[in-house]
């Protein structure tokens, strides 16, 4: 098997981390009878509170933590010096150290003095419903309220208030947890009356009201509310080679970005190594690792990025899974990132599955996304430069414009290859969809924004390399690109989106269309174009008239997919475990009257190989592809019938 280690310009990723030496160890065990903070964190003697241990260590020391559930934010004290010298907070057994923004409550009284009905809530449903009070203890408070505090409060210049609903950016931050199932926010007392699985927050934030699935009674569940911001987050910025492995990290309620701040946070560090960890029901950002905000002072010499992600589960954070500002050299591999979004605060446009601002030199391999909601599955904000995004799966986008995102970027090659796209179902209203009648909309080529859903969308982005994925069932295009006039400062040009290629792609019944390209100053070759049911599926927007093509005069008018093919076959893709199967279709290629003048492939097994692209040397599931030509797609062999197991992650 190969790894995928090259860039988009064909050089090494630069790999950094070394075997640590260390010169210390320390033990954490909350459970543990002697356990104190006031002990040496030696074995025999542990410290109760991780903070201890961070406050004991120095570079080289490897603290080791016992099962248990955490109650605190740890705040890192000091960083490593090095690769080989770092500070590395371990889970003993990884998975069963638990560390929780929030606190178990069990002082509960019935919910009294407010009405239950009105503003279109119904009195017969709502009378009998069981509504329950908890008023907050300020010691559990001190210092941070996130009840206090609605979601948006630092940087809200770019929210478009016109276009979105700002009940969520107005919600309160805190959180409040039943049995680890989180209870829905409302903005009004009186929802609570018709709505179970429910929670309210007094003006003050003193005082918290909620409705159990069912009516139950709290007192028969395990109610959790949060009181914390973060849960790993050094106090200090710019604490550097720190290593956090096999933590899971609940229950953060920090506000939406920017600022950044993550359940899991390197706080402007750089060389960090985040693994092996599960970050749980963040309120907005699971964890960051860049310079946090752009409001602060940039010092240009100063390191940012450098960190390593891998093998985390990062599932339901609410606006954010992953993110960096200036953060170049970041590995992201083998991690699995479902849930993203719940928040719909996706015009507050910091939302996504990952999304890091100005990447450079960034590789994103072996990664799954899935059921991110009104989120993109990557999102990479502007100046990104030699970015790899390989043998990833993008699943079920929901609500979701586009699965990755590049914007605004004009310089450099930035490249995706040997991954899997299935089904991107797009954000849009579908009231604002013309209709229109008889054949008047047969000819309408351009339909704004009312439609969308992309595997891939550049906007101002310019060489942009789509090489060997196979993109399915998008409700929208395989890949769409629009220029950008000017982006971001005075004195800067605008992207073109000029010079992308789109090189070897399996392309599966797409609903717009399988590409739609600004311009012709593009490049396409060696797509396979299967089941594109619509006529017109290869697209060129500008200049005036639009043109809607096939295959034919897609390659006769302008000279693309000379090696390109049309074919008629089935691609199923298992989301949930993560297997495809090619095979035979019986339904018949449309035409009229049954005829049809295309010269379809049938048989997977008779798609011709075509030229490779001289940096992917592999296929998504890791055989090495050094011959001249590959197949169209992800993989460097197809059988018919044959069920393929497509989990990339190496765990």
């Known amino acids: 098997m190969r790894e995928a280690k090259t860039l988009a310009d064909g050089k090494e990723f630069a790999f950094w981390e070394r075997e640590v030496s260390f010169t210390k160890e320390l033990y954490v065990d909350a459970n543990a009878e002697n356990a104190s903070d006031a002990n040496d964190g030696s074995k025999a003697s542990p ?22 559930e955490y109650r605190e934010c740890v705040r890192p004290q000091t960083g490593g010096d090095g690769p080989d010298s770092m500070i590395v907070y371990e889970a003993v057994e990884p998975g069963k150290v638990v560390i929780k923004a929030s606190e178990e409550v069990t002082d509960f009284s019935e919910s009294t003095d407010w009405r239950r ?21 300020p010691e559990m ?15 809200r210049l770019f929210i478009e208030y016109e276009k979105t609903d700002m009940t969520p950016y107005l919600n309160r931050r805190g959180m409040v947890f039943c049995d680890g199932v989180m209870l829905k926010q409302v903005p009004l007392y009186n929802n609570m009356g018709t709505e179970d699985g429910t929670y309210w927050v007094e003006a003050n934030g003193q005082t918290v009201h909620f409705r159990l699935k069912n009516d139950e009674d709290p007192k028969d569940h395990r109610i959790e509310i949060t009181c914390r911001e973060q849960c790993f987050a050094p106090d200090i910025p710019f604490l550097s080679y720190i290593k956090v492995k096999g933590l899971v990290c609940a229950h953060a ?50 390191i940012t990025g450098y960190s390593v992600i891998r093998r985390c589960h990062i599932k339901d954070a609410g606006v954010c899974g992953i993110a960096g500002l200036f953060a170049t050299n970041m590995l992201i591999e083998d991690n699995l990132i479902e849930g993203t979004g719940w928040q719909k605060m996706e015009l507050s446009w910091e939302a996504g599955a990952i999304k890091l601002h100005n990447s450079v030199d960034g590789l994103f391999r072996r990664n799954i996304f899935k059921n991110t909601f009104r989120a993109d599955h990557i999102w990479l904000d502007c100046g990104n430069v030699n970015n790899r995004i390989t043998q990833n799966l993008f699943l079920d986008g ?14 450099g090659i930035n490249l995706i290859d040997n991954n899997i796209f299935w089904n991107i179902e797009g954000r849009f209203d579908p009231k604002k969809r013309p209709v229109e009648p008889g ?6 080529m351009v339909e704004g924004d009312v439609i969308n859903g992309y595997a891939v969308y550049g906007e101002g982005t310019d060489r942009m390399h789509v090489v060997n994925n196979l ?24 992207g073109t989106s000029r010079d992308a290629v789109i090189k070897n792609n399996l392309i599966y019944d797409c609903g717009e269309g399988a590409i739609a390209f600004p311009t012709e100053k593009n490049t396409s070759d060696g797509n396979a174009y299967v089941k594109q049911f619509n006529g017109g599926y290869l697209r060129i927007m500008y200049p005036a008239p639009e043109v809607c093509l096939d295959l034919k005069s897609w390659r006769e008018f302008y000279g693309f997919d000379k090696n390109g093919v049309d074919a008629w076959f089935d691609i199923e893709v298992d989301t949930d475990k993560y297997t495809v199967r090619f095979s035979d279709t019986t339904v018949t290629p449309p035409g009229f009257g049954g005829e049809t003048d295309k010269d379809y492939i049938y048989d997977v097994e008779k798609l011709k190989k075509v030229s490779r692209e001289d940096v992917v040397c592999e296929d998504i599931l890791g055989n090495e592809v050094l011959s001249d030509t590959v197949l169209p797609g992800p993989f460097a062999e197809i059988k018919k019938d044959t069920v393929y197991s497509i989990d990339p992650r190496k765990v």
């Open 47 to 68: 410290f109760k509170t991780i903070n201890a241990a961070a406050k004991a260590a120095t570079p080289g020391t490897h603290i080791l933590i016992a099962p248990g």
């Open 117 to 137: 009905w009105g503003y279109g809530a119904d009195l017969n449903a709502a009378k009998d419903a069981k509504i329950y009070a908890h008023k907050l203890d």
């Open 141 to 155: 408070f001190k210092g941070y309220n996130p009840f206090c505090a609605v979601n948006i409060l630092h940087d």
């Open 253 to 302: 309620a920090m506000g939406a970005p920017v600022p950044q701040r993550g359940s899991i946070s390197a706080y402007r560090g750089h060389h960090w190594v985040i693994e092996d960890c599960t970050v749980d029901w963040a309120n907005a950002v699971a964890i960051d690792v860049g310079n946090e905000c752009w409001h602060h002072n940039i010092d240009k010499d100063r």
């Open 398 to 411: 929901i609500e979701q414009r586009e699965a990755i995102f590049i914007e605004c970027t004009r310089e």
């Open 439 to 444: 054949s008047t909309g047969w000819y309408k």
């Open 471 to 494: 993109i399915g069932k998008c409700r929208g295009y395989g890949y769409y690109a629009k220029p950008v006039a000017f982006r971001i400062s005075p004195g800067m040009r605008g």
